[in-house]
């Protein structure tokens, strides 16, 4: 079964190369390196020709990250990586369709969103994500990184945000492969634990208590940088929700990266279409929310109280 996985991952690249060469995007798209041990020498004498004529016709491009072959992708040029974490007491107010948001029972704390290399996206389509290549590390990514929607899966939400933004940070050593990607967002998300620094700082979930916006910051820069981003929605009370946070990283995963912001649109933003979120005013307090399981849950939990104000705080 292993080698048979690797001939259709070889097959299916060398088709890219030798039938559709004008997409040059799929020239790194060989995996087979990375899953030894194969074995692929009828294969390699079978196409040789092929893949020479192919190498033949790619001397101009540029260097690949991946896989030592040319290509065109720009995955290596990016600067700066935005980590973002997600606050599901004001996620679901940021969905076009709230009725789309549905909060696990277990998650009571802010959840990864994605990690996401600037000012590009998709540069391997040859590169999927499998359930194997996170099988260890799924219990905790449920945990860290649930799915907060109904209409997709945490596998199909990890999945997404691999072929999307993780396969782009491959070309950084320690990000390379989807099982380094997901272990590096988990020490993120446990090293940036801005849950218990709001909380030290007084900051609580509340459906009446506002907080200054320059307040939140101030409290989350010695750990997130200066650079850090807040995200809000407005809701049907014309109150500022928040529910996101982003810290700019260089490759090396240090804080106070700077990027440009025309890039936020193409980049790495969190590519969802059904979201309405935008920077947080300086000159308008923010609401921090709490996670309401009663109305945004997947299933009735019982015995706990709703929150303070009732429902979804309205």
């Given at each position: 079964m292993f080698t048979l996985t690797c001939h259709f991952h070889f097959f299916f690249c060398v088709f890219k190369y030798v039938v559709k060469l004008p997409q040059?995007?799929?020239?790194?798209?060989?995996?087979?390196t990375l899953m030894a041990p194969c074995s692929l020498?009828?294969?390699?004498?079978?196409?040789?020709?092929?893949?020479?004529?192919?190498?033949l016709s790619t001397d101009h491009q540029d260097w690949d990250y991946k896989h030592g072959r040319r290509s065109q992708s720009p995955s290596c040029k990016w600067k700066c990586m935005q980590f973002t974490l997600q606050w599901p007491g004001g996620f679901c107010q940021s969905l076009y369709n709230e009725s789309l948001c549905q909060i696990p029972p277990n998650i009571n704390t802010w959840t990864i969103h994605g990690l996401w290399p600037q000012r590009v996206q998709r540069c391997c389509e040859?590169?999927?994500?499998?359930?194997?290549?996170v099988q260890e590390l799924e219990a905790e990514l449920s945990e860290r990184w649930p799915?907060?929607?109904k209409?997709?899966?945490?596998?199909?939400f990890w999945k997404d945000e691999w072929e999307k933004h993780g396969a782009c940070a491959a070309c950084v050593e320690e990000l390379k492969g989807p099982r380094k990607y997901f272990q590096i967002c988990l020490k993120l998300r446990q090293h940036f634990d801005i849950h218990r620094l709001l909380d030290d700082a007084g900051i609580t979930p509340s459906c009446q208590r506002p907080y200054e916006v320059d307040e939140v910051h101030r409290v989350l820069t010695p750990l997130l940088g200066r650079k850090h981003e807040l995200e809000c929605v407005t809701d049907q009370q014309d109150r500022q929700v928040w529910f996101q946070v982003k810290t700019s990283l260089f490759p090396n995963l240090t804080i106070d990266c700077v990027h440009h912001r025309?890039?936020?649109?193409?980049?790495?933003?969190?590519?969802?279409?059904?979201?309405?979120?935008h920077a947080c005013p300086t000159d308008v307090p923010l609401y921090y929310l709490p996670i309401d399981h009663h109305h945004w849950g997947a299933e009735p939990v019982p015995d706990r109280p709703p929150p303070l104000g009732g429902g979804a705080c309205t």
């Open positions: 040059l995007q799929f020239s790194g798209c060989s995996t087979v020498l009828p294969l390699l004498l079978t196409l040789s020709t092929a893949l020479q004529l192919h190498d040859c590169w999927p994500l499998f359930l194997y290549d799915s907060l929607v209409f997709k899966s945490s596998f199909q025309d890039a936020d649109a193409m980049a790495a933003g969190s590519g969802r279409s059904y979201s309405r979120g």
